[in-house]
Each structure stands twice: as C-alpha cells, then as structure tokens.
C-alpha cells in the first residue's frame, strides 16, 4: 500500500513536470510553424513511446526481480540524484530558475525564423520541434513508468499516475493556450528528485542483498532522510552563496 | 559512425548527466553494499551514507565550478 502511493505519486509528479516541458515546446511550435506540422510531430512521437514501452515492458517482467531491483535502483539513484543536484543549486542560486516562459519565448524566436520546409502538407521544422520534445521528455516519463511500475510488480498503477498528469497537463495547456509558467516547476522538480533518490535508496540496497528494517514502511523514514539532507544542503549552498556576494561586493 | 557517436552520447547525457562522478559514486556504493551484504553485515546504512556523500561531493563540484 505504502509503495503503490509512492508509486502512483512518483510517476504522476515525474510525468508533470516531463509534460510541461513537452508541452512549451509543442506550442512554440504550434504557434510559429502551424498547429498541423506540430500535432503531427506529437502524434508520431506518442506512437514512438508507445512502441518502446510496448517493447520494453514485457521484457522487464522476465528479469529476475533482485537482478532488476539492483539495475533499476542503480539508475534511479543516478537520475534523482541528477534531479536534486539541478534542484539544490536552482533552491540556493547557483542556477538560474527553470522559466517555462523564456523558454517559449526563445523556441518561438528560433521557430519563427527557420526557413519553412514543406514536404506533404507538413513542415518539417514544426514537426521535427514537437517530435524531439514529446520523445525526449517522454522517454523520461517512459523509463520512470517501466522501472518504477515492474520493480514494484505493477506498471499499470504508474501508467495511471502517468497518464493522468499527461492529460491534466494537455487539457490546462490547450485551454490557456500558454506555457503552464504558473506551476511551480522546480518545487515540483525538487519532489520528483527526492522521490526518485529514496526509490533508489531503497531498491538497490534490497537487489544488492540487504533488507531494510521495517520492509516498505522503511520507504518513510528514508523519504525523510533525504528530505532532511536536501534542505540542509541548500542551507548550506546558500550561505555559501551569500559569502560569494558579499566577498564580490567588497572587491568592487 | 557519427550516428553511433550521438547515440551513445544521448544515452551518456541521459544517464550520467552533467556530474559523471556521482555516478560513479552510485556505482561504487552499490559495489560495496552488495559485498558486505555477501559476507553477512548489516548493509541498509550504506546507501543512505553513500548518498549523502556524493551529492555533498556533487554539489561542492558544481559551487566551485
């Protein structure tokens, strides 16, 4: 029970983030190049992801599941700690902040000054844009619905958290008809990077031989573990920060 | 062969990102639960530990870069 709304919670904050991303550089390109070139591109990237995860899926079933554990916890330390390294540096300024709507603006300029490339009705260039940004984001949501889902013995529930934030990211992009620069996407990044650590904490230890005490229930008290190391972290970086600024402003 | 080349770097970008040497850090922490866990020793500490060490590495590397 303790794991499925981890699950289902993980895949769906992942999945949220990975489609506001998606869905900024769709509308770019959607408003430059011509809604049929980029709808184009995200209906031949939807059937891309869908063949992978078709493909990928039954295999990862066959996989013994200690063997699978290790593999997939190993990765998925690498991938949240990716996150969370972005996240604690963004948190404490050592990054500039994720800006969905700067990042339109930008798509929008370089997409409006490509040459048009027509072939069959489609321009090439809006199709391209939408195809890479749907396939990369959603190869993210992909991998993260497969391991998460086949190392807890159950990718349909993170297809469910998946799809859901998909949808619920569609309908509120298409209805506003603008980057979704209002949801808080790096608080949002910060949680799926902890997410993604404590699953990986906790799942390579099991397919590497150890057991953890308490079983599932363990998966709270490292979610606060990392948590806690988080914040104390960006407290840390953030002091850092200030000393930088204020030993800059003295030599100037 | 320019292919190949972009496609192993994608999966290296997608995987390893921007700091190869936390990865390589988790590799090393798994290494050593699975080791210790084979010679009968109490292992669920060990990645917790490890974590904190090589974000901590991770982060200093990047704030001073």
Do not use: C
């Not at chain 1, 049929?36 to 990237?45: D, E, I």
């Not at chain 1, 599941?65 to 949240?80: H, K, P, S």
């Not at chain 2, 990102?17 to 866990?37: E, F, K, N, P, Q």
């Amino acid at each position: 029970m303790t794991a499925g709304v981890f699950l289902v919670l993980s895949a769906f904050l992942a999945s949220a983030v990975e489609g506001v991303e998606a869905l900024t550089i769709v509308l770019a390109s959607g408003v430059a190049r011509g809604w049929r070139s980029s709808l184009t591109g995200v209906g031949a990237a939807v059937l891309a992801l869908a063949v992978i995860v078709a493909a990928l899926g039954p295999a990862l079933t066959v996989i013994p599941i200690n063997a699978l554990r290790l593999v997939v916890g190993g990765l998925l330390l690498t991938f949240g700690l990716q996150w969370l390294r972005k996240a604690i540096l963004r948190a404490s300024g050592f990054k500039a902040l994720h800006d969905e709507d700067e990042i339109f603006s930008r798509e929008l300029a370089e997409a409006r000054t490509a040459a048009p490339l027509l072939r069959g009705g489609v321009d090439w260039y809006g199709f391209t844009l939408s195809f890479k940004g749907v396939l990369l984001e959603g190869l993210e949501v992909a991998f993260i619905v497969l391991t998460f889902g086949s190392t807890q013995g159950s990718i349909p529930l993170a297809a469910l958290g998946a799809g859901v934030a998909v949808v619920l990211v569609t309908v509120l992009g298409f209805a506003v008809r603008a980057p979704l620069a209002r949801v808080p996407e790096n608080t949002l990044k910060f949680a799926v990077g902890v997410m993604l650590t404590t699953f990986g904490i906790f799942w390579s230890t099991e397919g590497a031989g150890g057991d953890w005490p308490g079983s599932d229930a363990a998966l709270f008290a490292i979610l606060g573990f990392v948590i806690a190391m988080s914040f104390a972290l960006v407290a840390v970086l953030r002091r850092r920060k200030r000393t930088m600024l204020v030993t800059a402003g003295a030599h100037t | 062969m320019r292919h190949v080349a972009s496609f192993g770097r994608f999966w290296w970008n997608f995987v390893v990102g921007d700091d190869w040497v936390a990865a390589a850090g988790v590799v090393a922490a798994i290494g050593l639960t699975a080791a210790l866990a084979a010679g009968g020793i109490t292992v669920w500490w060990v990645m917790p530990l490890a974590v904190l060490v090589v974000l901590t590495v991770s982060l200093r590397r990047a704030a001073s870069g």
